[in-house]
């Protein structure tokens, strides 16, 4: 994975998505900070992030992520 292109951020996004249907949450929290850190205004690794954070039991951590995704797409029906 190219960490620097901005489509790096989808990639780890999907990686993130497919470690955690495979319940390797640890593994998918460190796919997905990547999402966010790649590319800071794609609201959906911000949302990804929440995600794994939630199944991770870290609620606080995800309704941040979820208020950044929002933040960064607040038009977007999934994030509201």
């Known amino acids: 994975i190219d960490g620097t ?3 790096s951020a989808k990639v780890y996004s999907n990686l993130a998505a497919a470690l955690c249907k495979i319940a390797k ?3 998918a929290h ?3 900070k990547m999402s966010p ?3 800071p205004t794609w609201a959906k690794g ?3 992030l929440g995600v794994v ?3 991770q039991k870290d609620f606080l ?3 941040i992520c979820y ?3 929002v933040e960064h797409a607040p038009g977007e029906a999934i994030f509201q």
């Open 30 to 32: 460190e796919a997905a």
């Open 25 to 27: 949450y640890d593994d």
């Open 5 to 7: 292109s901005k489509n």
């Open 37 to 39: 850190k790649v590319d």
């Open 67 to 69: 208020e950044n995704a």
């Open 46 to 48: 911000h949302w990804r």
């Open 61 to 63: 951590s995800a309704f």
């Open 53 to 55: 954070l939630e199944l």
